[in-house]
């Protein structure tokens, strides 16, 4: 029901900034909720922001408060994720997800509630 592709990746020095972008496609991609996370060798996946269809709820995770912000785009189904700051640290997979089934706000950081993914755009923070 939703197809998601993100894009915007890429290699940055620690310091700099990267805006990733999610486009959300189907039946059902005006009706998604989105989250970011993202996943660095070694490591589990981590949260790291989501955001309601309505632009309400907004989440981040302890890691990037501060220096990132989610967005969305709802006219054009697309979720945008600005990258400020950014650390050696936090250089991982990145993945767009989303679903469409209305849950309570603390299951959002919660990557079992969301069925639909992209494929992960590589972020690489250089030091």
């Known amino acids: 029901q939703v197809q998601l592709v993100e894009s915007g990746g890429g290699l940055v020095q620690a310091g700099g900034s990267l805006r990733l972008s999610c486009a959300a496609s189907?039946?059902?991609?005006?009706?998604?909720?989105m989250g970011w996370f993202r996943q660095a060798p070694g490591k589990e996946r981590e949260f790291v922001a989501a955001?309601?269809?309505?632009?309400?709820?907004?989440l981040y995770g302890e890691s990037v408060q501060g220096r990132f912000t989610i967005s969305r785009d709802n006219a054009r189904n697309t979720g945008h994720l600005q990258m400020n700051s950014l650390k050696p640290e936090d250089t991982a997979v990145y993945y767009c997800?989303?679903?469409?089934?209305?849950?309570?706000?603390?299951?959002?950081?919660?990557?079992?509630?969301?069925?639909?993914w992209g494929q992960g755009t590589q972020v690489t923070v250089s030091s």
């Open positions: 189907g039946r059902a991609a005006d009706s998604a909720h």
């Open positions: 997800a989303a679903k469409t089934v209305w849950a309570p706000v603390e299951t959002m950081k919660n990557q079992d509630y969301y069925p639909y």
């Open positions: 955001i309601r269809r309505s632009g309400s709820n907004i």
